[in-house]
């Protein structure tokens, strides 16, 4: 124990109260006002809480968002909410994992209404998940598994009905209810009368999904396996626009970076994921909001969006509604469209006005989306774990504009200028076309959905980089030679 007043204690403050910090010896002591006037002190600032009043109209009424949020909770989003992983393995059934009641509106809060603390912490917990579950193992109680191929391509077709029949036969430990889309339920490739002319009880296992019912309902589904290509992924991410069941995706595509398991070996694959569990990766996704401007606000007053969205607003006055809600795996595209003028976007961040951007277009993308348009747009590759948004131009007017990288903990907002001589146009993930006229625009943020995907055995970043490797050929050239030596002889 050390002399009163010969410690080096300093105090951290937050939140009005001191909490002493123990010096390098250990020593500690609290004695002293002296020690109060000297130390650290730690305040968050209120104008971080300030949001915009058109920015916390949400979408849905409370009533729809509370009992969303009471249906809509697989087994990797109730440990987003509880943080908490016990063990090396865990085992998990998806229809039986809740929120509590009293966490119901939370839950279903779209980020675009948090805070920046809030945001942060949101984003962490989601980062902090997402490295425990890369070390562990999910053994997950599977009984109803959703088929995703491309219902127009006939060898993809005949693929999925293989692996249906697969599932659905009598080999099989348990018994399996399989949902393919339905319009494979006439399709003559798929046959789906000879798989239940093969075994009756197929008549009762063999079901159909709809884009309607993965968004109503989407615990109905315990795992997902996809068949095709990255887009094929992409379209699981859209069908799942908020809680998404694990997904193992086969490579049947031309490109392989979220595809990562080989179809001939299917019944090895899957008898062991579903026998001795399996790695989840935790994927972020964006969460992107349209919002409208409310045009007879304000009659007769010339308008401008950057003082709209930066500078105070009047007590009585709404700029802007939201028209459309998405979550987006890849990136948002706003662009000039079908316009042959070049695009005037706005672009912000916070509560703050980036630039101005005289540009065929922008690309906001994830890092998972940055091997997609903004690699062809000059944006920078970035590792899937990275927690950070990154801004490409498409072939802007400046050569001084370069891409941006900024941090998951902002809301970007990407907006058309009200004397913008064009509309622009807004797509996500490569679908949705939407126009946004001069006023409009759209909030882009982390989402509290992340996308989760199966992982194969071995080291995730080396899995990475083989994949870049592997699909673009990344840094492949001909070996330099070396220097050949003069030789006496």
Known sequence: MSEPGSSHTRFLNVNNRATPIEDDCGASNASGE?????SLEVTFDDAGEHRRKSSIIALDPLDVLKRDASTASCFVHSLLENKTIVGESTTTENNEAEPSAGNAHDHATHSRLLTKKQLSEMAW??????????????KIRVRRVFLLTKAHDEELIGYT?????????NERATQYIVYVENTLEHNSKFDAEGLIG???????????WTAELCRRHPTTFDFVVTLGGDGTVLYASWLFQRVVPPILSFALGSLGFLTKFDYDQYPEILEQAFRDGVTIGLRLRFECTIMRSSRGAVEGKRRDLVEQLIAEEHAEETTHRPDGHYQILNDVVVDRGPNPTMSSIELFGGDEHFTT??????CVATPTGSTAYN???????????NPVILVSAICAHTLSFRPII???TIVLRVGVPYDARTSSWASFDGRERVELQPGDYVTISASRYPFANVQPPGRRSEEWVNSISRTLQWNSRQRQKSFKEWSDN
Request: include cysteine.
């Open 34 to 38: 002296s020690e109060l006037h000297t």
């Open 357 to 362: 951007v005289q540009a065929d277009g922008i």
């Open 375 to 385: 690699l062809a747009a000059g944006g920078s590759l970035c590792h899937p774990e």
């Open 161 to 169: 009905r293989k692996l249906a029949a697969w599932l659905l036969s």
């Open 125 to 138: 917990g989601v980062r902090e998940l997402s490295k425990r579950l890369g070390s562990i193992r999910m």
């Open 406 to 408: 900024l941090p998951d």
């Open 198 to 208: 093969h075994d009756p009880s197929n008549k009762t296992r063999l079901r159909y």
